[in-house]
């Protein structure tokens, strides 16, 4: 069974930062992809932010320059840094790995439960 558990969101002024951590556990035999998604109230999710295990990143075009993507690969986590919030921000984040349980079993996305992001202007 693997699972991912989110921490450290929560509410913030306009201009302020969070970091939002993220660590699987479980039965995991490899991790490739780790990121975050976001989704706000009546929208789709959306990307956030990607990494690899080999440390390449991506960005959604809105948080460019102001998020940072981070990955410990020996304790399976993930950290997001957000700086410069904006109320446009305010959304419930995913955690996302694409990992294998087991060496035989093929690559598969897993979720966390999300957490709050609320910024106020």
């Known amino acids: 069974q693997v699972q991912l558990v989110e921490s450290g969101g929560g509410l913030v002024q306009a201009g302020g930062s969070l970091r939002l951590s993220c660590v699987a556990s479980?039965?995991?035999?490899?991790?490739?992809?780790m990121g975050w998604y976001r989704q706000a109230p009546g929208k789709q999710r959306e990307l956030v932010a990607t990494i690899s295990s080999g440390g390449s990143t991506s960005f959604a075009d809105s948080v460019k320059g102001r998020f940072t993507i981070s990955r410990d690969n020996a304790k399976n986590t993930v950290t997001l840094q957000m700086n410069s919030l904006n109320p446009e921000d305010t959304a419930i984040y995913y955690c996302n790995a694409q990992l294998k349980a087991t060496n035989w079993l093929p690559l598969r996305n897993y979720w966390g439960q999300g957490t709050q992001v609320t910024v106020s202007s």
């Open positions: 479980g039965s995991i035999f490899s991790i490739n992809i």
